[in-house]
């Protein structure tokens, strides 16, 4: 998980990704995190329900996840007393979906889970980020060589508005060290050795060895391994 920093240096890390979002607040007006429910996302919901509750939230309910995913959602509700926006696919586009693909269909061809994935999560996002100036996500360069790519405040074409990306250079490690220093909850599939968690006939466990995403969409190519939120190949980007 990489090595830890002292709590001071954490503090300071933690620090500087408040700062980030009160600035997007500041720059772009409307902000609106979309919370994956994954390890790094408990850190950020910390940090904007405790320190940025300006920023909106809202997550992602596929119709597929780990139930596990929906027993963290409720603890975080608990914890801080507001309750998180769940945007959902469109029923009458998932009817149409299983019909045209079966039931998981999406093992059958890059295509097909590609398919899957817009119906169930791109076109929710799409609903759910209308009307703000700047989209947050918990990227992280060590994640993928795509993302290694990535800038803290880029113009995101795809979608037309700017997406920050506070925790770019934290660590593994320095995430699960302030999860524990502040004794927040998380995904129980993360101690089964699932450290990124999407939909569950999409995610596995991982072997010693494996790459930390390894466990997603595992029977494609490596460089094939997003689900459409976060570009597979990189264009040019206006930074602000």
């Known amino acids: 998980m990489g090595e830890l920093v002292s709590l ?5 890390k933690a620090s500087a990704v408040r700062e980030l979002l009160c600035a997007a607040v ?4 409307r902000v609106v995190y979309s919370n994956s429910l994954g390890a790094e996302a408990v850190v950020l919901t910390d940090i904007i329900w405790t320190y940025a509750p300006e920023i909106d939230m809202f997550s992602i309910d596929t119709g597929r996840l780990h139930e596990e995913t929906y027993e963290l959602l409720e ?9 998180l926006r769940v945007v959902h696919p469109d029923a009458l586009s998932l009817e149409r979906l299983a019909a045209s693909q079966g ?16 119906v169930r999560k791109v076109e929710p996002f799409k ?17 993928s060589a795509t993302r290694a790519q990535a800038e803290p405040v880029e113009w995101d074409g795809e979608y037309g508005l700017y997406k920050i990306s506070p925790l770019l250079d934290w660590s593994e490690g320095e995430i699960w060290q302030y999860i524990r220093a502040h004794k927040l909850p998380y995904n129980t ?10 939909c569950s006939p999409c995610t596995r466990a991982i072997q010693p060895g494996e790459s930390r995403r390894a466990g997603r ?3 494609e190519q490596p460089e094939s391994r997003e689900c459409g939120l976060h570009p597979r ?3 040019a980007t206006a930074q602000a």
């Not at 039931?103 to 817009?118: D, E, I, K, P």
């Open 217 to 219: 969409w595992w029977w």
């Open 127 to 143: 609903r759910a980020i209308a009307g703000y100036g700047a989209w947050v996500t918990g990227v992280r360069r060590e994640q």
């Open 8 to 12: 001071s240096d954490l503090e300071q």
């Open 75 to 83: 603890k975080l509700e608990r914890r801080y007393r507001r309750t």
């Open 233 to 235: 190949v990189r264009h």
């Open 103 to 118: 039931v998981n269909g999406f093992y059958h061809s890059l295509q097909a889970r590609l398919s899957c994935c817009h």
């Open 26 to 29: 500041r720059e772009h007006g």
């Open 189 to 198: 599939l993360h101690d089964r050795h699932y450290p990124s968690i999407g």
